[in-house]
DNA sequence: CGCTAACAAGACACTTCTGTCAAGTATTAT
DNA sequence: ATAATACTTGACAGAAGTGTCTTGTTAGCG
């Protein structure tokens, strides 16, 4: 499978979901949870991770929760793949080849080495704050949080619940 | 990690191998892999696929072995990589995101569509016989088995062990 | 102080990938 | 027929990814 992990796709999807201006400084595990669908105790394992590579912020006890530690657009995908997947998360070569070198190459070389440039850039480029606006423009899953449908009187109950638990597979 | 299984790594380099013309036509197991330091067990599993895959035959008993199925250059690395890792080797969603589509796109979701398409039809373009051509003129990893160096004066003995057995990592 | 909220951390489980080992089966040579 | 050869098949094992569950630890409230 080429692509990245689905545990990266679960942090950038919190990550966007933690930027949403309605939730207060500290937002909780079981919010973020309840908002994007990932499990939530596998969630709280991305987040730790996520604290310890001080892309977030922790609190814990009671008003506790987690928090962005920069800015949203001082945050690209970028960053968030590379805490979690690693450094080598794009290797050199595209078929898994580990003594493929440009000495002794594959004969995707050349074009791996071309189109690894076009996607580390893409990732960059793409901060949580475009995250955030291309959700507003286009209505993205990302981040599409508490904003709309309900003026929400009870704030007390956890409201938008988007997949039901159960997700047999 | 944003790459291939080094099982279809393993496949590409194997049926290059398999395509030397210093080989008969009916190349042994054994012999890939000490030309290309896959582990033989392993290796047979995977030519094993390989056969139910259509794109080898295989011959058992005494002077059996595997021969390509078709002639180099009608075999991708497209073919290759859909054989050993399945149709949706290539996801719809960079992220690893199930639920990204057209209508709820993830924000790389445009880009990524069209790498997608790139990586694709270089993978279709690049035919063993190019590869062996790319390891003609530039002389690459693959298929490098029995081409130069000895005048093999003695064919009964397998010659060529490139990597020691031993591989701790 | 004691209670509760919330994150932290470890044990455990399941699947896939990668790899090894041994026994089985088919083909050819003699 | 028998032996040698070489692919086939199944059991097993370690590591990584993806989750779940339980217990520990910290922070704030009354």
Redesign the pocket.
Known sequence: ?LCL???TG?AVLALSCMDNPCNGKW????EVSECTGI????L??I??SL?GSGLIQ?????????TLARPADQISILDITEAV?GESWLPRCLL?LVDCSQLRACPTHDFWSIERGNIESELRRTTLSVVAEFERSRGTRMGACCDTEEPDSTPNKPGVKRRSKAKPR
Chains 1, 2 share one sequence.
């Open positions: 499978m992990s689905q545990t679960y937002v909780l595990a079981k499990p939530q105790a596998y709280s394992k987040l730790h604290v922790a609190k814990r006890g009671y008003r506790g929760g987690f997947e898994g």
